[in-house]
């Protein structure tokens, strides 16, 4: 009996580790005066190591399932959380000096960063119904109060409000769908209603309405069309910091809570969710592209090709096969590399009383920093999909993938709808390369933000002209969990 | 290890000078710059030079051939080899690399590491299109010279320069994503991105159409070949010259490289099926385009016509598949990468000095610029194809080609002689010959020892390979012949 507590605790060491650090954060902060604030910021990457640290000492390359099956320690929950640590530290480098010019560099921050982080990492690793439910829930909120952190801001606050009711209904559609299938499985642990459809169990009809609301519950999370609206809103309202968080990390808790209900749960009904992911991948490739043109502000250029970036995701999931299901994992760890760096790029350039939002703000770019410009010239065409970046090869793999399933004519026209996109990514090429500048004012970011914007920045190039590693690592994560 | 590494230097030596001058070089040290540029671009065309002088001729297989697993994953390798009919082309580019930095010398007072850069990486990226084996690695290097192209015209360019540059780039990649369907959908047929795999593989009629479209959408709008030219006159009217030159000498080339080593020998019956339609639009390139040239005011576009109609006699001569038309098809290809570049460079030189390119703007130059006059002149006249220069080898080949298939082919492909002959000399006699124009062409100067190098250096090629084509037919006869035998079995399966 004990050494099962003493298993399931160390499973789950990585999220208590954090759950306890968020706490020694918010509780620090109270006696932390603003002039040594950087204590909350220094602990924080400090749990990120640490949490890192643990999580690859704990690991082993085999599916361990804790606290009764609610809760599995499998490779791609570890590369998974892995990369969320690193993602949220590079945030947290981004933010520094942005929040700090805003006043809004608090212990509150930190504290729902990691509070969102664990919310993350619970439902990379959740493996029933109500944990996957309760982590998503987790960083849902701490994600409607980081986007009103801002609190006199009165647009951040509209975006909160938005973002909090249409967030709200969605986890009220997934929730009703769970319930759907629960009633007609009679199995809340994934494992368990997988097992219960392969033996045939349930009603169909209950089945597909419970697996509809599941879809778009998801679908509304990750921001595909036809659920997409709250997407621009928020990342245009929020503070650019908290849009750079909201953008990119949570996009591998996404990720994985697909792998988990879809894949894992329902992978019987396949032929039913693929039918619909089709559907919202082609429209979310093609509204996503054709609607970003129209932006001239950068935050919702960036909104627009997010959603157009998770039609491309859905194309690796939509294939249903392991071959995909790497892809899809290759492709949003390639997206969320390239959205840190190109909010990162943001920050970068806002100043106290200066937001550096719209497509005009970049014009003269190169002029007023070559380095800078090249580095944002990379990250887009990493975007657009143009080789040698590493976003082509994310495009190649979810197209491969979506082609050895035999979808011929959709990858024709993802490919027609990338050469659209591309479009938009060039013109914030042309603006940085080919404009005179409208303000001179130098660059001078602090020295580890400098740092980590160069290295991920190059990273794109570099992962572009060898991809191997990662491929390697998501084939390895995916394949080692999944049976 | 020098002995199997050429091509690899022949593609990163380039490169890695376009690094270097990227991070030493400023608007502040242009001089410093310029120099480094020059010697990066001289190392660059001195490392292929081997590929010529230790090619085996005899051979008309693939030869300096590396090989290394890239990405395993997807069983792509960094394979690289050349055959008779890439060398002249990568040394063609090491070349035009080399007369490109020398003519922005003094022209391109901004930026300059960044142009220098620019023309240096995309000589290493262009090099290697040429040389890989791997359809992805090939995609990749295709793809990304793209991408300072984009910046060379968006930067350096006249005032329509976004419009241009924004029209090149997504013309282009379009085609290019079609490609990367065929090539994905080839990988799952042979488990294989090796081109060498896909000449082996049986495919249907069927797929061979719909690959062959494909790398179609990819090469013609590359070449271009009419429909799908229209994005060449605007790019090149505003590129900077040594954008024009390059475009024209080399990334035209691809195009009808690609067709060469990709789109036929994988989908050959389709190649046969579709030869007619192909031959058609060709000649429509050839006779169309000529009498659109004549219409031009503008010099840049009046070549850049010229090009188009240049090159749809390399596709007539490809898809007449005999031995003739094809090698004077690649020998047109590299006579054409003199000359186009040439007659660029001689607009360059007037633009430098009057900021126009307008045939009205000018007349009379003869009498302030003889020595100018006389090159001009002479580029002219091998555009037009006149025996005795390298352009008139090229066509005489393909009409001797065309002649064997076709008698129409032939005469509509030799009425390029009387029109080439028109439009070229037509404007010739409107901006050099006659009383001066002008009070501007009256206060011309001739030009200056660099520029005389540059268009000497060119002439002298333009000469030789008219009267000594050899070298190129030696180089390329074994690879055609290869070529052809390729090309005349069936891949349909049963």
Redesign the interface.
């Given at each position: 009996m004990n050494n099962a507590i003493t298993y399931d605790l160390i499973t789950a060491l990585p999220e208590i580790f954090v759950l306890c650090m968020a706490m020694v954060v918010l509780l620090a902060d109270l006696f932390l005066t603003q002039r040594n604030r950087f204590i909350a910021y220094i602990l924080t990457q400090l749990t990120l190591l640490g949490a890192a640290f643990i999580t690859v000492s704990t690991h082993i390359p085999a599916v361990g399932y804790a606290f009764n099956g609610m809760f599995v320690d499998d490779p791609l929950s570890d590369v998974l959380k892995l990369m969320i640590y690193l993602g949220t530290s590079m945030v947290l480098v981004y933010s520094r000096t942005y929040i700090a010019l805003r006043g809004m560099y608090r212990g509150e921050f930190f504290a729902l960063v990691l509070f969102a982080m664990l919310g993350m990492m619970i439902m990379v690793s959740g493996q029933h119904f109500l944990t996957l439910y309760m982590g998503l829930e987790l960083l849902s909120l701490c994600l409607y109060s980081l986007v009103a952190l801002d609190r006199d801001n009165a647009r951040a606050t509209e975006a909160a409000m938005k973002y909090f009711v249409l967030g709200a209904l969605a986890s009220g559609m997934l929730l009703y769908g769970m319930s759907m299938l629960y009633g007609a499985t009679g199995a809340l642990e994934i494992s368990q209603v997988s097992a219960a459809l392969f033996n045939g169990v349930g009603d169909r009809s209950v089945l597909i309405l419970g697996l509809v609301f599941v879809v778009a519950g998801l679908a509304f999370k990750l921001g595909a069309v036809p659920f997409q609206m709250w997407l621009p809103d928020v990342y245009h309202g929020a503070p650019t910091a908290v849009t750079l968080l909201v953008g990119s990390v949570p996009k591998f808790a996404a990720f994985a809570f697909v792998i988990r209900l879809l894949i894992q749960g329902l992978q019987v009904m396949t032929v039913d969710w693929q039918g619909m992911l089709i559907i919202m991948a082609v429209l979310s490739i093609s509204i996503g592209n054709i609607t970003a043109i129209a932006q001239t502000n950068l935050k919702r250029m960036l909104a627009y090709s997010a959603i157009s970036h998770i039609g491309f995701l859905l194309f690796g999931f939509l294939s249903g096969s392991m071959n995909g299901y790497i892809s899809s994992m290759f492709y949003v760890s390639a997206y969320v590399l390239m959205t840190l760096g190109g909010f990162g790029m943001i920050l970068l350039l806002s100043r106290k009383g200066f937001e550096a939002e719209n497509l005009d703000d970049l014009k003269g770019l190169?002029q007023r920093s070559?380095w800078y410009a090249f580095l944002m010239?990379l990250l887009m065409?990493s975007m657009a999909g143009?080789?040698?970046t590493l976003g082509?090869y994310a495009k190649?793999?979810v197209?491969?993938a979506a082609?050895?399933a035999g979808f011929?004519s959709l990858?024709?026209f993802a490919?027609?709808m990338?050469?659209v996109g591309?479009?938009y990514y060039?013109?914030v090429?042309?603006l940085m390369?080919?404009d005179e500048p409208q303000d001179m004012e130098p660059i001078a970011p602090s020295p580890d933000m400098a740092l980590v914007l160069g290295v991920n920045g190059l990273a794109v190039l570099v992962l572009g002209l060898m991809?191997?590693r990662l491929?390697?690592l998501c084939?390895y994560a995916v394949a080692h969990s999944l049976q | 290890m020098f002995e199997s590494n050429i091509l690899s230097l022949s593609i990163w030596v380039p490169v890695a000078a376009g690094i270097l001058v990227l991070a030493v070089g400023s608007d502040q040290r242009a001089g410093l710059t310029r120099w480094l540029a020059l010697l990066g671009s001289i190392a660059g065309f001195l490392v292929t030079l081997p590929l010529y002088t230790r090619f085996d001729k005899a051979d008309g297989g693939f030869q300096f051939q590396e090989g290394y697993n890239?990405?395993?994953?997807?069983n792509i390798h960094y394979h690289l080899g050349v055959d008779g009919i890439a060398v002249p082309l990568i040394l063609l580019t090491s070349f035009t690399t080399l007369i490109v930095v020398l003519a922005g010398w003094e022209v391109i007072q901004k930026?300059v590491a960044?142009y220098m850069a620019a023309f240096l990486i995309m000589s290493g990226l262009m090099i290697g299109v040429f040389s890989a084996l791997d359809g992805?690695l090939f995609?990749?290097f295709w793809?990304?010279m793209?991408?300072p192209m984009?910046?060379v015209i968006?930067?350096w360019g006249g005032p329509n320069?976004?419009y241009a540059?924004?029209k090149f780039?997504?013309y282009t990649?379009?085609g290019s994503?079609?490609m990367?369907?065929a090539f994905?959908?080839l990988?799952?047929q042979s488990n294989s991105f090796e081109i060498v795999d896909y000449y082996m593989l049986p495919l249907p009629l069927s797929v061979q159409l719909f690959i062959f479209f494909a790398f179609f959408m990819a090469f013609a709008v590359k070449i271009p070949m009419w429909p799908v030219h229209t994005w060449l006159p605007d790019a090149h009217v505003e590129a900077p010259t040594g954008g024009s030159v390059v475009l024209a000498a080399i990334m035209l080339k691809l195009g009808a490289y690609g067709f060469l080593r990709y789109a036929m020998p994988i989908a050959p019956d389709a190649a046969h099926y579709l030869a007619t339609p192909m031959i058609a639009l060709s000649l429509i390139a050839v006779v169309y385009i000529a009498f659109v040239a004549l219409a031009q005011q503008d010099m840049k576009k009046l070549i850049a016509y010229s090009s188009i109609s240049h090159m749809g006699f390399v596709t007539l001569g490809m898809f007449i598949f005999n031995p003739l038309g094809m090698e004077g098809g690649i020998v047109q290809m590299i006579s054409h990468g003199f000359i186009s570049g040439a007659m660029f460079l001689c607009v360059g030189v007037l633009y430098d000095r009057m900021h126009s390119r307008q045939i009205a703007d000018y007349g009379g130059v003869v009498n302030t610029m003889p020595v100018f006059t006389a090159f001009a002149v002479l580029f002219a006249m091998a555009n037009a194809g006149l025996p005795g220069t390298s352009g008139f080898v090229g066509e005489f080949l393909i009409i001797l080609g065309a002649i064997q298939e076709n008698f129409w082919y032939a005469f509509l492909a030799a009425t390029t002689l009387i029109l080439g002959a028109a439009y070229t000399l037509w404007m010739v006699k409107r901006v050099f010959f006659g009383a001066v124009g002008n009070s501007h062409v009256a206060e011309l100067q001739d030009l200056s020892k660099r520029e005389f190098l540059i268009l000497g250096v060119l002439a002298l090629m333009v000469l030789g390979f008219g009267l000594y084509p050899q070298p190129i037919t030696e180089l390329t006869h074994a690879t055609v012949g290869q070529l052809l035998s390729h090309l005349a079995q069936s891949k349909i399966p049963g």
């Open positions: 190169n070559p010239l065409f143009v080789p040698p082509f190649f793999t197209l491969q082609l050895q011929v990858v024709i490919v027609l990338a050469a591309a479009f060039l013109r090429v042309k390369y080919f991809p191997q491929m390697e084939a | 890239w990405i395993p994953s997807f930026r960044q992805i995609y990749v793809e990304s793209l991408i984009f910046l968006g930067i320069r976004v540059t924004i780039f997504l990649l379009l994503l079609l990367l369907v994905i959908y990988f799952h």
